[in-house]
């Protein structure tokens, strides 16, 4: 079944680093563009991240943008967040997703529900 399991998240100090993963399974990966979210507590989920199915292009939102950094392994069915220079307001939940492309289709990003599956999640905290 498809599964997308993210990972690395946890506790760091204001102007830490992190770096996120998300495994893929259950679908062809590299078919597939893919998006990181998060939401903090009483938010939406915000888009952070955005990369197309052959890591050829990458979107940021605009308040990771310098900081964050998207890619992508489409041997390994992974993608990967770096996330530097962390400020207490990125402290959220960050979810993985997968949107697919068709051949020929948009690789381009858009809101969480044009996404076809999401993770579960992996926590984010940061202290002043």
């Known amino acids: 079944q498809v599964q997308l399991v993210e990972s690395g998240g946890g506790l760091v100090q204001a102007g830490g680093s992190l770096r996120l993963a998300c495994a893929a399974s259950?679908?062809?990966?590299?078919?597939?563009?893919m998006g990181w979210f998060r939401q903090a507590p009483g938010k939406g989920r915000e888009f952070v991240a955005h990369?197309?199915?052959?890591?050829?292009?990458?979107y940021y939102g605009d308040s990771v943008k310098g900081r964050f950094t998207i890619s992508r392994d489409n041997a390994k069915n992974t993608v990967h967040l770096q996330a530097n220079s962390l400020k207490p307001e990125d402290t959220a939940v960050y979810y993985c997703?997968?949107?697919?492309?068709?051949?020929?289709?948009?690789?381009?990003?858009?809101?969480?529900?044009?996404?076809?599956?999401w993770g579960q999640g992996t926590q984010v905290t940061v202290s002043l």
């Open positions: 259950g679908f062809t990966f590299s078919s597939y563009a």
């Open positions: 990369i197309s199915k052959l890591g050829g292009s990458t």
């Open positions: 997703a997968a949107k697919y492309v068709p051949s020929g289709g948009s690789n381009a990003p858009g809101a969480p529900s044009i996404y076809d599956y």
